[in-house]
T-cell receptor, first 112, second 118 residues
Framework: GQNIDQPTEMTATEGAIVQINCTYQ??????LFWYQQHAGEAPTFLSY????GLEEKGRFSSFLSRSKGYSYLLLKELQMKDSASYLC?????????????FGAGTQVVVTP | GAVVSQHPSRVICKSGTSVKIECRSL??????MFWYRQFPKQSLMLMAT?????????EQGVEKDKFLINHASLTLSTLTVTSAHPEDSSFYIC??????????????FGPGTRLLVL
């Protein structure tokens, strides 16, 4: 199974940078995903890491260290529309169906 | 690409009735779809994995006779909540894989169905 931890809530100012950490403990590992979810809506895919290092995609970057069981999602130049819950999800290596286990989500509040 | 739809988006039903939720992959074939449930301010909990042409695989603690899953084609999976009760009220979300299992495989989510059982 997986044990996935991320902070419950973070607050930041418009234009600032926020880093959301995610730690996981798994028996196997085959990729880590970050999703964004606005209230009452389904999650939307943000990023995917399977190898160590940084993946950059516009204002969003995601980092992975497999040896430390650690990832972070970096949001730059925050905008009001970035206020949402950010979900960290891990795929188990042994699962041929690609099942994901989700963390509880980090609620990011962007203030003016 | 990779669009997943769900129907209905919202449903209110009386206790004891059954509700069917459809999940469709609109522009790709999905051999595997997943059904999740999400309670307010909580994360997504995987209920079952739905494979086209075979029986669904349920997660521990999920009653297969209460949550009937049918994956009739490569683009359609249905979840039927049988004899619904108020505690079944939740946000039900499906997702579909866009490729066979591999490093680049990604799950895409439907817009969700909000179920309220009175």
């Amino acid at each position: 199974g997986q044990n996935i931890d991320q902070p419950t809530e973070m607050t930041a100012t418009e234009g600032a940078i926020v880093q959301i950490n995610c730690t996981y403990q798994t028996s196997g590992f085959n990729g880590l995903f970050w999703y964004q979810q606005h209230a009452g809506e389904a999650p939307t895919f943000l990023s995917y890491n399977v190898l160590d290092g940084l993946e950059e995609k516009g204002r969003f970057s995601s980092f992975l260290s497999r040896s430390k069981g650690y990832s972070y999602l970096l949001l730059k130049e925050l905008q009001m529309k970035d206020s949402a819950s950010y979900l960290c999800a891990v795929r188990d290596h042994g699962d041929s169906w690609g099942k994901l286990q989700f963390g509880a989500g980090t609620q990011v509040v962007v203030t003016p | 690409g990779a669009v997943v739809s769900q129907h209905p988006s919202r449903v209110i039903c009386k206790s004891g009735t059954s509700v069917k939720i459809e999940c469709r992959s609109l522009d790709f074939q999905a051999t595997t779809m997943f059904w999740y449930r999400q309670f307010p301010k909580q994360s997504l909990m995987l209920m079952a994995t739905s494979n086209e042409g075979s029986k669904a695989t349920y997660e521990q603690g999920v009653e297969k006779d209460k949550f009937l899953i049918n994956h009739a084609s490569l683009t359609l999976s249905t979840l039927t909540v049988t004899s619904a009760h108020p505690e079944d009220s939740s946000f039900y979300i499906c997702s579909a894989r866009d490729a066979p299992s591999g490093p680049q495989e990604t799950q895409y989510f439907g817009p969700g169905t909000r179920l309220l059982v009175l």
